[in-house]
């Protein structure tokens, strides 16, 4: 099942989104974007990896974030929600 990776700079310019044929893919490279955003610093195994009735997880931080939403997705895209910095 194909698998979205959003990830971005909250309020700035730079939002992306990747589109991978699983979910095992998906979850290996949004920890490699956390850990790139957050200095080695990685989430648990398996923290990205989705389970049946999960449509989404998400991990974010004061000025970025990264998600993993199955595909095809009925809650729309998480960069609306995620993109905006929290004063």
């Given at each position: 099942m194909?698998?979205?990776?959003?990830?971005?700079?909250?309020?700035?310019?730079?939002?992306?989104?990747?589109?991978?044929?699983?979910?095992?893919?998906?979850?290996?490279?949004?920890?490699?974007?956390?850990?790139?955003?957050?200095?080695?610093?990685?989430?648990?195994?398996?923290?990205?990896?989705?389970?049946?009735?999960?449509?989404?997880?998400?991990?974010?931080?004061?000025?970025k974030?990264?998600?993993?939403?199955?595909?095809?997705?009925?809650?729309?895209?998480?960069?609306?929600?995620?993109?905006?910095?929290?004063?």
């Open positions: 194909k698998h979205i990776i959003e990830f971005g700079n909250k309020g700035g310019t730079f939002v992306d989104n990747i589109i991978v044929p699983n979910g095992k893919l998906a979850a290996q490279i949004a920890n490699s974007l956390v850990a790139v955003f957050e200095n080695d610093w990685r989430p648990a195994d398996g923290f990205f990896t989705l389970k049946k009735n999960e449509p989404r997880k998400s991990w974010e931080s004061p000025s974030y990264v998600s993993v939403s199955k595909l095809p997705n009925s809650l729309g895209a998480a960069t609306a929600s995620l993109w905006y910095k929290k004063n």
